[in-house]
Every structure is written in structure tokens, then in C-alpha cells.
């Protein structure tokens, strides 16, 4: 998959995993990474990550049609929040890739056909796409594992973390 050609819409834990893994400048970088307008100006704050690489990420912004919608989706899956909702929305309508930490919002648009990665795939795409190098993914790796508010299970970082250190190995 090629992370840099179709647009992703991101949540804010995806913000904070590649701030603390110190890659979150190079995927802000990438021309197609959007952040709805309500999230930006609602939910981003300093303990999202550095809101200077954080205001380059582009806005969408949402329609009078996708918020009017997002009352309906929560009826029917309250556990999802507002901004939960509003990114599924925006990604199912544009097409995009949904970029989520949340295994709720995961779930709901796997099932709806919307398209979704989470912050260890992110961090693979970008050193298969060259935007990273194996060793910075590798350190992002280490840096988001031992990251004490990291909701990513420890094992399933260290699979990424041996997969990419055996790349390196390989490419040598």
C-alpha cells in the first residue's frame, strides 16, 4: 500500500502515538493527511502532541449533512463518540482511509466499508514508502512502547519491532 495516494482522515490518539513515537512531522509531511475541523478545534491540545507540526496537518471541513448524521450513528453505536462518528462519516464519504486508535470506530468501518490503518501500520508504510528509515521506525517503535499511556499491547510492538530490525538485516 502506498500511504502517500489516498486522502487519510486521522483521530487524535493516531496524533499522539506518532508524536510520542517522534514521527508525527513526517507523516503531517504527507500531502493527504486531513484532521476534521470540530476535532482540530475542540479536541487538540498540548497533551496531543506539539501544536506547531499539529496545525500543518490539513482541515476538512464537516458538511451541515455529516453532522446531522453523526446523532443517527451514535443511536445505533453509542460507545463511538461524536468525533468518533464525525471521522467515519468524513472517511466513508471521501473515500478515505480512516486512521483510528479506536477499536470501536475500527470495527464499526471495517464493517461499514470504509478502509482503516492504525498507528503501527502507519509507522510500517511510512519506512515500505522510504518517508522514514527502518532505523527511525524502529526507535518510534521503542519510543510508543515504552510510552506509559500506550494502548498498543507491548506484543504486538515488539512484532513490528523484530519484523523491521529482520528487514534491515535483509536490505544489508
Known amino acids: 500500500m502506498n500511504i502517500t495516494t489516498k486522502m487519510i482522515i486521522t483521530d487524535t490518539n493516531i496524533i499522539t502515538d506518532l508524536n510520542n513515537g517522534e514521527v508525527l512531522e513526517e507523516f503531517v509531511k504527507l500531502d493527504n493527511v486531513y484532521i476534521s475541523d470540530l476535532i482540530k478545534y475542540d479536541e487538540i491540545n498540548s497533551n496531543t502532541g506539539n501544536i506547531k507540526i499539529i496545525n500543518k496537518i490539513k482541515v476538512i471541513n464537516a458538511t451541515a449533512e455529516e453532522l446531522n448524521e453523526i446523532s443517527l450513528i451514535r443511536q445505533e453505536r453509542p460507545k463511538l463518540s461524536t468525533y468518533d ?67 498498543i499491547p507491548k506484543d504486538v510492538i515488539d512484532e513490528l519491532i523484530t519484523k523491521l530490525e529482520k528487514e534491515v538485516l535483509v536490505k544489508q
Open 85 to 151: 462518528v464525525l471521522n467515519f462519516i468524513i472517511a466513508r464519504d471521501n473515500k478515505c482511509i480512516l486512521a483510528t486508535g479506536d477499536n470501536e470506530l475500527k470495527n464499526y468501518a471495517l464493517k461499514h466499508g470504509v478502509e482503516v490503518i492504525r498507528t503501527l501500520r502507519i509507522i510500517e508504510l511510512m519506512v515500505e514508502n522510504k518517508i522514514i528509515t527502518y532505523k527511525k521506525g524502529i526507535n518510534a517503535c521503542k519510543l510508543i512502547k515504552n510510552c506509559p499511556t500506550t494502548r
